[in-house]
T-cell receptor
């Protein structure tokens, strides 16, 4: 069965303290790995899609990378406004559904 | 371009009642997926519709149903509500639901069952 595991469950950083979030997955025929950001009481906001091992994408202070078994979301010099829950999801070939991890709750203190 | 909209945003119901939630996808998007989000289980896939046809269904009881209209708007219905149905219900749209397509989420409907 498809499985997506995110770690850590929660991460507390000081402003400017860089770190990485992990998303490991077991799925056959990966069609895409997606990163979303979710603020309390809101729907997930799309960040990145990665399709194949070795691929990298960047947006402001965020950089997502993908290997055959996991993805990392690197946060460089985070700011308090980066505080949110970051969700990872995978899509398997032949299915439209996204399988989500439980998320990493990031708190950035000023 | 307007995003995915969901109505209502909040609902309070009692056990045994039924509820209908509505979702309007991004203009031009024809695939609509529904997810349930709870603190314990996270986001779980309910079903996906494309061109008024359900293409995929998650592991939820038959009390959960949905439909899609010719203008791609979608509704989901939950009958005989249980306390455990309290959750954030999220709708997501994509152009065709094809492999690797990004799904864009709405703000969700918060359902509380008393």
């Amino acid at each position: 069965e498809d499985q997506v595991t995110q770690s850590p469950e929660a991460l507390r950083l000081q402003e400017g303290e860089s770190s990485s979030l992990n998303c490991s997955y077991t799925v056959s025929g990966l069609r895409g790995l997606f990163w979303y950001r979710q603020d309390p009481g809101k729907g997930p906001e799309f960040l990145f899609t990665l399709y194949s091992a070795g691929e990298e994408k960047e947006k402001e202070r965020l950089k997502a990378t993908l290997t055959k078994k996991e993805s990392f979301l690197h946060i460089t010099a985070p700011k308090p406004e980066d505080s949110a829950t970051y969700l990872c999801a995978v899509q398997q070939g032949g299915s439209e559904k996204l399988v989500f991890g439980k998320g990493t709750k990031l708190t950035v203190n000023p | 371009k307007a995003g995915v909209t969901q109505t209502p945003r909040y609902l309070i119901k009692t056990r045994g009642q039924q509820v209908t939630l509505s979702c309007s996808p991004i203009s031009g998007h024809r695939s609509v997926s529904w997810y349930q989000q709870t603190p314990g289980q996270g986001l779980q896939f309910l079903f996906e519709y494309f061109s008024e046809t359900q293409r995929n269904k998650g592991n939820f009881p038959g009390r959960f149903s949905g439909r899609q209209f010719s203008n791609s708007r979608s509704e989901m219905n939950v009958s005989t509500l249980e306390l455990g149905d309290s959750a954030l219900y999220l709708c997501a749209s994509s152009f065709s639901g094809g492999p690797g397509e990004t799904q864009y989420f709405g703000p969700g409907t918060r359902l509380l069952v008393l």
